[in-house]
């Protein structure tokens, strides 16, 4: 019994297990926030993007949560980011993980059995690293409520394409038991305010970016919570 004592108090004084638990060794969860520009906040500064938004969000709530690294990049796909974001999140040894990752596959033409296969690898690849329950993902914006989208559909239905990218996301979140928050559905009241727009008529605004929190944000706290 007195070895056992003396075992646990050794465990607890080399602090909390990481990266596989929810603790890293400084008492934080490390997050990792994997995306494009909805996630690295393009027309808004870093705080004011929802990746920085969650983690105080978080926190306020007792959930000591440490936005790590927020690699992500505007224009970026699924390839890109398997290229770029992942050595990074590596690195980072995270203890939770967003990834929310698409828009540019749509824009760009990749075929639906292409973006299929780029976001299961990418999926795949980020639970090499850690747990599906201590994943979220967030699906895809509909860009064309917003004054600029038109520019980018290549003469196509936004809504449609992005719907039918957005049905992928979630077949490959439920084949692997990945929590999915639905962005897609919260996007499209930004037709009736366009104050949820930046000053480049395409991405949220700091006001747009609180309602995607909003909406991330219970998700975020079930995993956490777990």
Known sequence: MRILFISIIFIL?????HPQGVFAFDGEIRYVA????????????????????????????????NLAANPSRNGWTTEDAERWEMPILRKSAPAFV?????????????????FRANFTDLLEDILSELPAGKILVVNIPDFSVTPAGAKFSAGRDISKGITRFNKII???????????????????????????????????????????????YPHAKKILNK
């Open 13 to 17: 004084a080399l602090g909390p297990v």
């Open 34 to 65: 994997i995306g494009d520009s909805y996630t690295v906040g393009t027309g808004v500064s870093p705080q004011e993007a929802w990746p920085s938004l969650l983690a105080d969000h978080l926190r306020k709530t007792g959930i000591p949560v």
């Open 98 to 114: 967003t990834l929310m990752i698409g828009v540019n596959d749509w824009v760009q033409g990749f075929t639906e059995e292409r």
């Open 170 to 216: 979630a077949e490959v979140c439920k084949e692997k038991g990945v929590e999915m928050a639905d962005i897609y559905t919260a996007s499209q009241t930004i037709r009736f305010d366009l104050d949820l727009v930046a000053q480049d008529g395409l991405h949220p605004s700091a006001k747009g970016h609180l309602l995607f929190e909003e909406t991330i």
